[in-house]
């Protein structure tokens, strides 16, 4: 892609670096791979943008411009046990970036201290998280 989205040059301005045409062209179609960062699944609402393009001001959620809704069933931590979000995201990377090789870097979930005699959690979260890493790569993602 080479560049930002618009929307992102907009709400954030001068906080981001410029790409000389060189530099975009140098990095468009580049990657070699995608890595995933992947702990739970929330729906995503837009909204508007609270921050405006002010340079000093910095804050991810503001910037962001949407709202989340958790879903799914909480572990201790309140984190979700939603795998088809992951599926969802390889099918999506899949369809709209020429399906590049995926490599999830990150993966799984907090549980209680000395949890290890009742582990249900964590057994139903890899079975789950693992068979939708096998839907996708029987879909086709790489």
Same mark, same amino acid.
């Given at each position: 892609?080479?560049?930002?989205?618009?929307?992102?040059?907009?709400?954030?301005?001068?906080?981001?670096?410029?790409?000389?045409?060189?530099?975009?062209?140098?990095?468009?179609?580049?990657?070699?791979?995608?890595?995933?960062?992947?702990?739970?699944?929330?729906?995503?609402?837009?909204?508007?943008? !609270? =921050?405006?393009?002010?340079?000093?001001?910095?804050?991810?959620?503001?910037?962001? +411009? #949407?709202?989340?809704?958790? *879903?799914? /069933?909480?572990?201790?931590?309140?984190?979700?046990?939603?795998?088809?979000?992951?599926?969802?995201?390889?099918?999506?990377?899949?369809?709209?970036?020429?399906?590049?090789?995926?490599?999830?870097?990150?993966?799984?979930?907090?549980?209680?201290?000395?949890? !290890? =005699?009742?582990?249900?959690?964590?057994?139903?979260?890899?079975?789950?998280?693992? +068979? #939708?890493?096998?839907?996708? *790569?029987? /879909?086709?993602?790489?």
């Amino acid at each position: 892609f080479g560049d930002y989205p618009e929307v992102m040059k907009r709400i954030l301005g001068s906080r981001l670096p410029v790409f000389t045409e060189e530099e975009s062209e140098q990095v468009r179609g580049s990657s070699d791979f995608v890595g995933i960062i992947h702990y739970m699944t929330v729906y995503v609402k837009n909204s508007k943008p !609270t =921050l405006s393009p002010l340079p000093t001001r910095q804050d991810f959620f503001a910037d962001m +411009g #949407a709202e989340t809704l958790f *879903i799914g /069933n909480s572990t201790f931590f309140t984190w979700d046990i939603m795998p088809w979000g992951l599926e969802s995201v390889l099918e999506y990377l899949k369809q709209n970036y020429n399906n590049p090789p995926i490599y999830i870097l990150e993966n799984g979930l907090p549980l209680k201290h000395d949890s !290890t =005699l009742q582990d249900s959690e964590r057994v139903e979260y890899t079975q789950g998280y693992i +068979g #939708a890493m096998l839907n996708a *790569i029987k /879909n086709g993602s790489d």
